[in-house]
């Protein structure tokens, strides 16, 4: 094989997300491995330059992983003709900025999302995108968890018949911060600062319905900050003023109904963090990040309400697993190496900038509905 080298300005390397799903577990281990392999048999290496605001943590941060390149002038790292790729994991108020000035150097853009916190700003990221010609694309990571890539094979199996309704619950207790630390930044929890769980988990819902049962027509939400009070990184208390919970229902085409609960207050029972019940007229599903159970229409038990009699049937019993037929790696990377590809030989990638502002819109669109207690419709485009 022929070798040759691409180059990724990766913003936001030293953050949660940036470093351990997007550095760590993906772009490094594709380097690792060797870089991507085009259709024609030549092997693409990658090459990385991190960004950051601190200096010192760039050093170590490079100095652990074997990186050669680190700066805190992104302008000057977006002047180089080396870098091809422009990664953005920063936070949300940050992102609009980076990623236009990207577009005008030239560069493609994959992001995380949301990729703006305005559906204006985010449907004008996809319009300057096209007019400039670049490659660009969007975090959708859920979409490659084992648990829905194994919900999309019994969907396209015809496994489910006529899908009736989708439902989904989502979330975890995060602490407080007071007596234990909370596992989630301070700025989640605050409007002003981009945090709230309809902005960060909406866009995810969106492109998850999308991608699998059809596009959003409506939306009804109401939100709620449980914890009116929290401890920040610095020990001292401070006012939450976004939303820890959402309460969504939502109208798919096809007549779908789907009702998911966000939640970063509530307490887990169940196998995994997320989980959705498909039900159909000939099958229903129940799905997580990895596992995925099913029962079909002619295996289906014949449950009797009697509240005098407590109950001796054992309803999870009559469920099947869904046996792992495939090897599935880290949904992160699967996606960078999609996404790189798209670069390199013009591969399919189909999640784009505009995919990621009609995240954004949903989101918007929740917001608006828990604001005036109306369901909210959603334009087809």
Known sequence: ???????????????????????????LAIRDQGGVVTKDGTRQQIELMIIGRNEVTLKELADKHGIEHYTTDLDAALADPRWTIYFDALVTQARVKGIKKAIAAGKHVYTEKPTAESSEEAFELARLAAEAGIKNGVVHDKLYLPGLQKLKRLIESGFFGQILSVRGEFGYWVFE???????????????????????????????????????????????????????????????????????????????????????????????????????????????????????????????????????????????????????????????????????????????????????????????????????IDLPAN
Request: glycine share 10%; net charge negative; hydrophobic share 40%.
């Open 177 to 375: 911060g007071d007596w234990q630390a909370a596992q989630r930044p301070s700025w989640n929890y605050r409007s002003e600062d981009g945090g709230g769980i309809i902005v960060d988990m909406f866009p995810h819902w969106n492109y998850v319905f999308e991608n699998l049962f059809g596009r959003v027509e409506s939306v009804y939400a109401r939100t709620a900050t449980h914890i009116p009070t929290r401890v920040g990184e610095d020990g001292e208390p401070y006012t939450a003023t976004a939303d820890d919970a959402a309460y969504g229902v939502f109208d798919l085409e096809g007549g779908i109904v789907a009702q998911v609960n966000s939640s970063w207050v509530v307490r887990v029972d169940r196998k995994e963090l997320v989980e959705f019940q498909v039900d159909g007229t000939l099958g229903s599903a129940v799905v997580g990040l990895f596992g995925a159970k099913i029962q079909p229409r002619n295996a289906t038990p014949r449950p009797t309400w009697n509240p005098d009699l407590a109950e001796t049937h054992d309803y999870t019993a009559d469920w099947l697993e869904v046996p792992v037929n495939d090897v599935f790696e880290n949904g992160f990377k699967t996606q960078w190496e999609q996404f790189l590809l798209h670069v390199i030989e013009d591969a399919p990638h189909e999640f784009d900038f505009l995919a990621g502002a009609r995240g954004v819109r949903l989101a918007e669109a929740g917001l608006e509905s828990n604001a005036t207690g109306r369901r």
């Open 1 to 27: 094989m022929s070798e040759s080298t691409i180059g990724i300005i990766v913003n936001g390397a030293t953050g949660r997300m940036g470093y351990r799903q997007h550095l760590v577990r993906s772009l």
